[in-house]
């Protein structure tokens, strides 16, 4: 019962949503703002964005932004939201979508068919490495941008063989800081060098081949050597069994529907 007042609910306010730019294959928006994030001007701006990305990708990528779950979990309600609403291009329903509840200060991401394969658990949380401080800072456009636009170029490398994962996630920007510790770094060799080759020149010291050389010959001598054994100390510790390593790949759960999604998920 709740599963049909849940898809009678979203086809009545359906109608006022084809209103706004930002429409799926399907004919259904890309940009739902139920909570009211962005202004008109950023909505128009950000729909343009995931519709040029979508329609060029074949695989839909959606943000919906709502005020509270409804008893929901996260994971169940952007879901549900996709399964219902019929996202999604071809048979597997190719799509991404963003969700963002916030009473509960949580955000999901919902991945079905090709973006399942796109988006794994590995490069899911390096993608929210990204936007969740714009979420936390309350700067939603930039967040929700962020998103799509990692969305794009996820997509691309999944279609050359080889989507981000574990082993393989995209190469972090080169930090300025970078430059100044490699620049201080060869000074400090070029230092090195150059005190070396004074410190060569200098003639009126021999290096000697062993310590001793170094001691007046008969100023020091042993009379009697002792090694005294005092104890001895094992430590045993117990050997831990190497954990697996994470193979990669993204998770699935099969939603309400009873399609396959993957994602995952947090609080902001």
């Known amino acids: 019962m709740k599963r049909r007042l849940f898809g009678v609910f979203f086809g009545m306010v359906l109608s006022v949503l084809l209103a706004f730019p930002g429409l ?18 950023d909505e128009a701006d950000l729909a343009a964005t995931l519709d040029e990305i979508s329609e060029r990708q074949q695989v839909d990528i959606v943000v919906v932004t709502v005020d509270s779950l409804e ?9 549900d939201f996709y399964d219902y609403n019929e996202y999604g291009f071809g048979e597997e329903r190719d799509g991404i979508l963003f969700l963002i ?8 991401i919902s991945t079905s068919g090709y973006g399942i394969t796109a988006v794994t658990d590995a490069g899911l949380e390096y993608m929210s490495e990204a936007f969740v401080d714009d979420l936390s800072g309350g700067d939603y456009l930039a967040a929700f941008t962020t998103f799509a636009e990692m969305c794009d170029d996820y997509i691309t490398q999944a ?29 400090f060799l070029a230092a090195l060098i150059v005190t070396g080759i004074m410190k ?22 042993l009379t009697k050597t002792n090694d005294l054994y005092l104890y001895s100390h094992i430590d045993r510790r117990e050997r831990k069994e190497e954990e ?25």
């Open 101 to 108: 509840s916030m009473g509960d200060r949580a955000w999901h």
């Open 159 to 187: 279609r050359l063989g080889e989507p981000y994962d574990v082993d393989h996630l995209p190469q972090e920007p080169f930090d300025p800081l970078w430059t100044f510790i490699i620049s201080l770094g060869i000074g």
């Open 24 to 41: 799926a294959a399907n004919g259904l928006p890309r940009v739902v703002d139920w909570g009211d994030l962005l202004s008109d001007g």
């Open 71 to 79: 008893g929901q979990s996260a994971m169940a309600y952007a879901d």
């Open 200 to 221: 060569g020149e200098l003639k009126t010291v021999g290096s000697q081949a062993r310590a001793d050389d170094y001691v007046k010959r008969g100023s020091m001598n």
């Open 244 to 268: 697996p390593r994470d193979s990669g790949g993204s998770n699935t759960h099969t939603s309400s529907s009873g399609r396959t999604h993957g994602g995952g998920g947090g609080t902001f």
